[in-house]
């Protein structure tokens, strides 16, 4: 017999839940195509099938990549070719009102690295969030670091992990362009012992709305001055001023 957390008797296979490496794989993919879809105001896909990998590699042509750690260990590496890499950075500076002829040209630019650096962090933080919500654990993460390669160069980046299970995915932007994906995790499995309900994604806008609310509470309230000004006429006039 089993019990749930409050001593209710439960049936084992109502709350048998497994969430492993290719469940932790959809999640980060799914945080890929939302946030580079927003960002971009494109539609981004990635492919059914999934590959088992030995090793994580930076490839040509730009290669970024993030270490994670705490509930569990890993590393996460996305492989732009030229043609993806451009695509979502102008998607983006568009997006954000800055001019065409004020972007970049060549994906090889500073500007270019520092965008999808900034788009792999908003990846991540994506991820890391829906892991503390939904698994009840807590991962952090290391700053984004973004590499151009020439077709010569992989680059091998050992995450240090001790039973380390790797997956590659495509993923496919708006204008077809391809870009891949690859996660290395220690081998790991989250197994629900009783339900929960998952927190709800808390809603920016509210969260600016409560603060600006709370700031107005704490603000002093000023206190109107006695307008005077009858009284030191009458006090004048007695004077014979």
């Known amino acids: 017999m089993f019990f749930s957390h409050n001593g209710d008797a439960m049936n084992p296979l109502e709350i048998k839940a497994v969430f492993g490496t290719d469940e932790l ?9 939302h946030v580079l879809g927003v960002a971009t105001h494109s539609q981004i896909h ?6 088992r990998i030995t090793k994580t590699c930076l490839r040509p042509d730009i290669g970024c990549f993030v270490l994670f750690d705490g509930g569990f260990s890993g590393l996460v590496i996305i492989n732009f ?8 950075y102008e998607r983006y500076m568009l997006h954000m009102g800055i001019p065409k002829d004020s972007l970049a040209r060549s994906f090889t630019s500073d500007e270019v690295a520092n965008v999808m650096g900034e788009l792999m962090n908003q990846i991540i933080g994506d ?3 829906k892991i503390g919500r ?3 654990t807590h991962i952090t993460q290391s700053q984004p670091k973004m590499l151009a390669l020439n ?7 050992d995450a240090n992990l001790d039973q380390p299970e790797a997956r590659r995915v495509s993923f496919y932007t708006g204008s077809n362009n391809i870009f891949y994906l690859e996660l290395a995790i220690d081998g790991t499995e989250f197994v629900k012992i009783y339900d929960f309900q998952p927190h709800e994604v808390p809603d920016p806008d509210e969260l600016i709305a409560q ?4 700031r107005k509470r704490s603000a002093p309230t000023s206190t109107p001055i006695p307008d005077d000004g009858n009284d030191n006429d009458e006090l004048l006039k007695s004077l014979g001023m």
């Open 211 to 214: 603060a600006s609310d709370a």
């Open 127 to 129: 991820f890391t969030g």
């Open 46 to 51: 990635y492919s059914a099938m999934v590959q």
């Open 134 to 136: 939904e698994l009840q």
């Open 151 to 157: 077709k010569q160069v992989v680059l091998s980046v």
């Open 25 to 33: 794989l959809i999640s980060l993919c799914n945080s890929v195509t």
């Open 81 to 88: 070719t030229a043609h993806a890499a451009m695509e979502l």
